[in-house]
């Protein structure tokens, strides 16, 4: 039925495409969706993909139309898709309750953030950081979707193993630090975190990666206010007529 046509809109990611590969249908940092139809919202409320946590994915990739490879999504680009999601599936208005108020955002207001220096000069995903307390130099990446998925696939083994057992900061830096002292092999970098990472250059790496991540602006200034604050993510987002 050739003749129907679907409207599409064009995002555009908060990373600007910097940071992946030449051949990436990623690279131009646009990407073309369209607008949600009864299809997508059969997805959402598919109650095996909501139980095994790959709604909002399943949601997204039906509605990307470019041609890209959703596996290499960074992190806060992929934020940037939800957002936009919510907007053409179900409008821009966004009410949640915040504090015992009752607050209502426009998600079209809602910006990228700036882009920071070390990104704007990035030529790959690896960037360089010197540990400040043990003075250790390590190489990072910004996460993708695949990285997300290799972290919980490991968190779930683990959790089998030990049900009490639930490393996730320190899975997460295993994924994240791409060498140590040039060594990049997997199992030196394992064994740097689980017994040399100090808990304090742990956290400064995470401030860090937090402060040069690509990411969209999830804050607004709630009225009377003079401080941003986040704005909650709950199942409302895109299912409205939660209570």
Known sequence: M?????PTE????????????EESGLKS??????????????ILTN????????VLDKLMKSLIVSPIKYEDLLVGDKNAIMVAARVLGYGSEYSFNLNGESHTVDL????NKPLHEEIEKATTNEFSFTLPHSGNNV???LLTHKDEQAISRELEGLKKINKDNSPE????????ITSVEGKREQKDIREFVDKYLLARDSRALRDHVKKIQPDVDLTFFPEGES?????????????PDVE
Do not use: C, H
Request: hydrophobic share 35%.
């Open 2 to 6: 050739s003749e129907f046509k679907l």
């Open 10 to 21: 064009t995002i555009d990611l908060p990373s600007q495409g910097k940071l992946y590969s």
């Open 169 to 176: 900061l320190s899975t997460r830096m295993k994924y994240l």
């Open 108 to 111: 079209t207001t809602l910006d």
């Open 139 to 141: 190489t990072f990446k």
């Open 29 to 42: 940092g646009k990407i073309e969706m369209k607008y949600m139809t009864a299809r997508e919202e059969d």
């Open 47 to 54: 109650q095996s993909y909501i139980q095994n946590g790959t």
């Open 227 to 239: 401080d941003r604050v986040n704005i909650p993510i709950g199942a409302s987002f895109f299912w």
